[in-house]
């Protein structure tokens, strides 16, 4: 087992009462659950994501925490929060790290698996 293992597990979602695909307004929410699956503590500080839109337009956005949290997690503790992202398109996709911190102060990085953020019916 590592001392420092975080699983990331995602949850999209179209909010369709938020979008407004006349003006390609697109809103997803995803819920996010992170496991400290590791033996030690680990904090989350912050956090790096790349939106890619249909027609492949990359946003980065980087931040402190998450929903202005830092959790920190006792092994085989977890911690989930949703947010939202909005896009110009109907379909997109999110991938991204998380840096964290394990109790002894070395930083790690956790990959946060691409996910496909899609308005239902667009995927064939």
């Known amino acids: 087992m590592k001392s420092h293992e975080l ?6 979602r179209y909010l369709a009462d ?6 390609r307004q697109y809103v997803f ?12 503590p680990a904090q989350l500080i ?13 946003q980065e956005v980087r931040g402190l925490g998450v929903v202005g949290q830092q ?11 949703t ?3 909005p896009l110009s398109t109907p379909v997109g ?9 394990g109790e002894n102060g070395m930083p790690f990085e956790v990959d946060i698996p691409e996910f496909v ?5 667009t995927l064939h």
């Open 117 to 121: 953020l899609a308005m239902p019916r």
């Open 18 to 23: 938020q979008s407004d695909p006349g003006k």
């Open 7 to 12: 699983t990331v597990t995602v949850q999209p």
């Open 93 to 101: 996709t999110m991938r991204g790290t998380y840096h964290c911190v």
């Open 46 to 58: 912050s956090r790096h994501w790349i939106i890619t839109d249909g027609n492949q337009q990359e």
């Open 71 to 81: 959790p920190l997690l006792q092994p085989g503790e977890s911690f989930e929060y």
């Open 29 to 40: 929410a995803y819920t996010i659950r992170i496991t400290n699956s590791g033996s030690e």
């Open 83 to 85: 947010s939202g992202c």
